[in-house]
């Protein structure tokens, strides 16, 4: 069974830095690519960041470019999202995605943790 | 590149075909994903390569489209579809959703 446990989250400062956890079982980890999507409090999806199987290809959503950094350690099967400069739009419950359906050259969002919130406020 | 759902949100009965749109601001070919969200849950994967059906998910869900405008249907509406549905294209950098659509039980 995939099994995506994130950790991390919590109350910060603006300004301030947090690193999130995602903890896989049950796939392969290493074969997959991995993503970030969040949720702001009763609003839409929003993705976040993506990474390749080996970390050779990193996106961002434009709004997180430069200040967060998306990591993977394939034999940990461990997933990492390190904000900083942290704002107050950035409030939102935090996915770690598995993608792990492969067609017409894309990887799609299949397996999806139970999220973990992060909260910026002074 | 933006995609635009409709209706946002949407009255239907036990039993209703619905239909819910997306419309993408430029050409994404099949890159497109639907997924069914509840409240306090992590969204499903319904639907991948705009037409295909996720394993383990009804046949009532059906998906549609390429290039840029995008169908979900639901046949018959049962109990346990009312949520929110959003579309997603994987076309190129940046992933983005449509805003999503409220599916309430009329």
């Known amino acids: 069974e995939v099994q995506l446990v994130e950790s991390g989250g919590g109350l910060v400062q603006p300004g301030g830095s947090l690193r999130l956890s995602c903890a896989a079982s049950g796939f392969i980890f290493s074969n997959y690519y991995m993503d970030w999507v969040r949720q702001a409090p009763g609003r839409g999806l929003e993705w976040v960041a993506n990474i390749r199987q080996d970390g050779g290809d990193i996106n961002y959503v434009d709004s997180v470019r430069g200040r967060f950094t998306i990591s993977r350690d394939n034999a940990k099967s461990s997933l990492y999202l390190q904000m900083n400069s942290l704002r107050v739009e950035d409030t939102a419950v935090y996915y770690c995605?598995?993608?792990?359906?492969?067609?017409?050259?894309?990887?799609?969002?299949?397996?999806w943790g139970q999220g973990t919130l992060v909260t910026v406020s002074s | 590149i933006q995609l635009t759902q409709s209706p946002s949100s949407l009255s239907a009965s036990v039993g209703d075909r619905v239909t819910i749109t997306c419309r993408a601001s430029?050409?994404?070919?099949?890159?497109v994903a639907w997924y069914q969200q509840k409240p306090g849950k992590a969204p499903d994967l319904l639907i991948y390569g705009a037409s295909t059906l996720q394993s383990g998910v009804p046949s009532r869900f059906s998906g549609s489209g390429s290039g840029t405008d995008f169908t979900l249907t639901i046949s018959s509406l049962q109990p346990e579809d009312f949520a929110t549905y959003y579309c997603?294209?994987?076309?190129?950098?940046?992933?983005?959703f449509g805003q999503g659509t409220r599916l309430e039980i009329k």
């Open positions: 997603q294209h994987l076309n190129s950098s940046p992933i983005t």
């Open positions: 430029q050409g994404i070919s099949s890159h």
């Open positions: 995605i598995a993608a792990t359906t492969f067609m017409g050259g894309r990887y799609y969002l299949d397996f």
